[in-house]
């Protein structure tokens, strides 16, 4: 992957020249490159000032220019215009050719100014090419080559093999002969320096994840105009890809209905995402009508408090297993005390109804609310997609079943990612197998995803090591604000082979706080477990396979926990994957 300065773009960046970042970025053929994005420069005569949209220092190749154009493009009478995606026509000064030729002499003068003393430079051969990135090649202009152009046809084909092309056809054509071939390694690095210089190309992890962080919670309340539904709809499933907001809007819901009065059941899956639903409630709404927590243990709380409880604690020790406890002996003895206390909840909001839209959960909801499910108040909110991770049957069986159950009720779909920033709502998208985006991906840029590879547990430890390291002190980024994720429990991940050094401690998320606070403390949960939470930060370590369906569900679960900040620890053997889930960005069907 080449070296991008800046690494991430800005906001006001064209769309055509962030898919020509990103394709540099990723492509395996630009290893070693350094691009520099929008540099600006000093000309002279009627343009004093310029910029080029890429300078590419490509070691033992040259020096390449990029001038870049999306859209429609035209020229009539020999005067370009370009027309956007919303169809307005901009007039261009001159050809993007020209635009091109002249930036390429404007990096060379600049570099002759300040490498005067560097005679290698001369022996580097300097070229431009012209990339159209949503239409075919216009007739080549008198002078220009066609390997100075790229269109849309060869952005799909990579485009750093088509650059080296360039680079190659622009060496013969100045018959520059040198061994080695410059520029090398140290003449890269002085051109960069006397280009871009180092201060200009660094920027603070820290602030990026400040400034994504307020941005994101001003978007969640966009997504509480979604509410307005159920005040004409008593029964509504809210059907979202992971980020749309689904957890935020179902505590909003339970929090309107108990103000007005209704006795509420807000109810989940995961331990730990049932147990921040109770610390919400308590802390937000205090004496407000609502039970909250995981499904499970509300449904076991009732048991506790119907006479039935002695008799359930006994079968509950003698339960097989988990499956014959969670399919035979809740439902049974759940029934039996919601049948003998006869107390209803006047609605259910239930979070994470993937996992939880089974037969048995519904009969025992039917008891529960007034009215029953088939005639009472719910809402369920859930991705039937990649999150159901915990049930078995496809989204064509859970909807089947819940129309059996449930009666006549109102389907919305939440489509707008308002958690993740677009780089890691995109990437999750890709690197979790979906041919198009599950959801519109957030304006937010923010930082890039970190990629870091390993070869075995000792090299990933490594890299956690350095990963947690330059979060708390280069980024400036609190541990506190920081989760590791991982398909396997504490003790078989990197992050237990890690738990103690000399800088810093991992505990295990459900762990007692430590009054240690001599080092930094990293918290770490499986990627199971962490479902329906979410962090500022996430370091995903353990990715061994991405290949299989229950692998991606799992890499969407853990990658789409984080808003702001994403590190990927990835195994070397799935690089080949890796390489081709990102080719879909430039298909048709993504963009």
Same mark, same amino acid.
């Given at each position: 992957?080449?070296?991008?300065?800046?690494?991430?773009?800005?906001?006001?960046?064209?769309?055509?020249?962030?898919?020509?970042?990103?394709?540099?970025?990723?492509?395996?053929?630009?290893?070693?490159?350094?691009?520099?994005?929008?540099l600006?420069?000093?000309?002279?005569?009627?343009?004093?000032?310029?910029?080029?949209?890429?300078?590419l220092?490509?070691?033992?190749?040259?020096?390449?220019?990029?001038?870049?154009?999306?859209?429609?493009?035209?020229?009539?009478?020999?005067?370009?215009?370009?027309?956007?995606?919303?169809?307005?026509?901009?007039?261009?000064?001159?050809?993007?050719f020209?635009?091109?030729?002249?930036?390429?002499?404007?990096?060379?003068?600049?570099?002759?100014?300040?490498?005067?003393?560097?005679?290698?430079?001369?022996?580097?051969?300097?070229?431009?090419?012209?990339?159209?990135?949503?239409?075919?090649?216009?007739?080549?202009?008198?002078?220009?080559?066609?390997?100075?152009?790229?269109?849309h046809c060869?952005?799909?084909?990579?485009?750093?093999?088509?650059?080296?092309?360039?680079?190659?056809?622009?060496?013969?054509?100045?018959?520059?002969h040198?061994?080695?071939?410059?520029?090398?390694?140290?003449?890269?690095?002085?051109?960069?320096?006397?280009?871009?210089?180092?201060?200009?190309?660094?920027?603070s992890?820290?602030?990026?994840?400040?400034?994504?962080?307020?941005?994101?919670?001003?978007l969640?309340?966009?997504?509480?105009?979604?509410?307005?539904?159920?005040?004409?709809?008593?029964?509504?499933?809210?059907?979202?890809?992971?980020?749309?907001?689904?957890?935020?809007?179902?505590?909003?819901?339970?929090?309107?209905?108990?103000?007005?009065?209704?006795?509420?059941?807000?109810?989940?899956?995961n331990?730990?995402?049932?147990?921040?639903?109770?610390?919400?409630?308590?802390?937000?709404?205090?004496?407000?009508?609502?039970?909250a927590?995981?499904?499970?243990?509300?449904?076991r709380?009732?048991?506790?408090?119907?006479?039935?409880?002695?008799e359930?604690?006994?079968?509950?020790?003698?339960?097989r297993?988990?499956?014959?406890?969670?399919?035979?002996?809740?439902?049974?003895?759940?029934?039996?005390?919601?049948e003998?206390?006869?107390?209803?909840?006047?609605?259910?909001?239930m979070?994470?109804?993937?996992?939880?839209?089974?037969?048995p959960?519904?009969?025992?909801?039917?008891?529960?609310?007034?009215?029953?499910?088939?005639?009472?108040?719910?809402?369920?909110?859930?991705?039937?997609?990649?999150?159901?991770?915990?049930?078995?049957?496809?989204?064509?069986e859970?909807?089947?079943?819940?129309?059996?159950?449930?009666g006549?009720?109102?389907?919305?779909?939440?489509?707008?990612?308002?958690?993740?920033?677009?780089?890691?709502?995109?990437?999750?998208?890709?690197?979790?197998?979906?041919?198009?985006?599950?959801?519109? #991906?957030? %304006? $937010?840029? +923010?930082?890039?995803?970190?990629? !870091?590879? =390993?070869?075995? /547990?000792?090299?990933? *430890?490594?890299? &956690?090591?350095?990963?947690?390291?330059?979060?708390?002190?280069?980024?400036?980024?609190?541990?506190?604000?920081?989760?590791?994720?991982?398909?396997?429990?504490?003790?078989?991940?990197?992050?237990?082979?890690?738990?103690?050094?000399?800088?810093?401690?991992?505990?295990?998320?459900?762990?007692?706080?430590?009054?240690?606070?001599?080092?930094?403390?990293?918290?770490?949960?499986?990627?199971?477990?962490?479902?329906?939470?979410?962090s500022?930060?996430?370091?995903?370590?353990? #990715?061994? %396979? $991405?290949? +299989?369906?229950?692998?991606?569900? !799992?890499? =969407?679960?853990? /990658?789409?926990?984080? *808003?702001?900040? &994403?590190?990927?620890?990835?195994?070397?053997?799935?690089?080949?994957?890796?390489?081709?889930?990102?080719?879909?960005r430039?298909?048709?069907?993504?963009?």
């Open positions: 992957m080449a070296k991008m300065i800046p690494p991430n773009w800005h906001d006001n960046t064209p769309r055509s020249e962030q898919r020509v970042f990103s394709l540099l970025q990723h492509d395996p053929g630009t290893e070693d490159w350094i691009v520099l994005h929008s600006n420069l000093k000309q002279s005569g009627t343009h004093p000032y310029g910029e080029v949209d890429f300078v220092l490509i070691p033992g190749a040259g020096v390449l220019c990029l001038e870049v154009k999306g859209g429609r493009v035209a020229c009539q009478d020999g005067k370009w215009t370009t027309t956007d995606a919303s169809g307005a026509t901009f007039p261009l000064k001159r050809s993007p020209s635009q091109a030729q002249e930036g390429m002499h404007a990096v060379r003068k600049a570099l002759e100014d300040r490498l005067a003393r560097a005679p290698e430079f001369y022996r580097i051969p300097f070229g431009y090419v012209v990339v159209f990135t949503d239409v075919e090649t216009p007739p080549h202009e008198i002078g220009t080559e066609p390997w100075e152009v790229i269109d060869g952005l799909k084909a990579g485009i750093a093999q088509l650059l080296l092309r360039a680079a190659k056809q622009q060496r013969a054509r100045h018959q520059i040198s061994t080695p071939a410059e520029p090398q390694a140290p003449l890269i690095r002085k051109m960069r320096d006397a280009l871009r210089p180092d201060f200009e190309r660094i920027v992890r820290g602030t990026v994840v400040s400034d994504s962080e307020r941005h994101l919670l001003q969640t309340e966009e997504q509480y105009a979604t509410l307005d539904l159920l005040s004409a709809n008593p029964r509504c499933l809210f059907e979202g890809a992971a980020g749309t907001g689904k957890t935020l809007l179902a505590l909003e819901f339970a929090r309107r209905c108990a103000q007005s009065g209704d006795r509420v059941l807000l109810i989940c899956f331990r730990l995402l049932g147990n921040w639903f109770s610390n919400e409630i308590r802390d937000t709404c205090p004496g407000r009508p609502i039970t927590g995981r499904f499970y243990k509300c449904l709380d009732a048991i506790i408090l119907s006479p039935l409880a002695e359930f604690k006994a079968a509950e020790k003698t339960s297993d988990s499956d014959d406890l969670f399919d035979s002996v809740y439902p049974l003895y759940g029934q039996l005390a919601l003998a206390c006869n107390e209803r909840f006047d609605v259910i909001v979070d994470e109804a993937q996992d939880l839209a089974r037969a959960v519904l009969d025992l909801l039917n008891s529960w609310v007034t009215g029953g499910i088939h005639d009472g108040r719910w809402a369920f909110f859930g991705d039937f997609h990649r999150q159901a991770i915990y049930c078995g049957g496809g989204p064509a859970v909807h089947a079943l819940i129309r059996a159950k449930c006549f009720h109102v389907r919305a779909s939440l489509q707008q990612n308002c958690r993740n920033t677009r780089r890691i709502g995109e990437e999750t998208a890709l690197l979790s197998g979906f041919d198009s985006p599950p959801y519109r #991906v957030g %304006q $937010i840029d +923010g930082a890039p995803v970190d990629y !870091l590879e =390993y070869t075995d /547990m000792h090299s990933q *430890r490594c890299a &956690l090591e350095t990963a947690l390291v330059r979060l708390v002190g280069e980024a400036g980024i609190a541990a506190a604000d920081v989760v590791i994720l991982s398909r396997y429990g504490f003790e078989q991940s990197a992050a237990g082979q890690l738990a103690e050094t000399v800088i810093f401690h991992i505990r295990p998320i459900e762990q007692p706080e430590t009054k240690d606070g001599r080092k930094p403390t990293f918290h770490f949960a499986t990627a199971q477990a962490f479902k329906g939470m979410e500022k930060v996430v370091v995903l370590c353990d #990715v061994d %396979q $991405i290949e +299989g369906d229950d692998d991606r569900s !799992l890499l =969407y679960v853990a /990658m789409s926990r984080a *808003r702001s900040l &994403l590190t990927v620890l990835l195994h070397v053997s799935t690089k080949a994957a890796v390489r081709e889930a990102f080719r879909k430039m298909t048709d069907l993504w963009r």
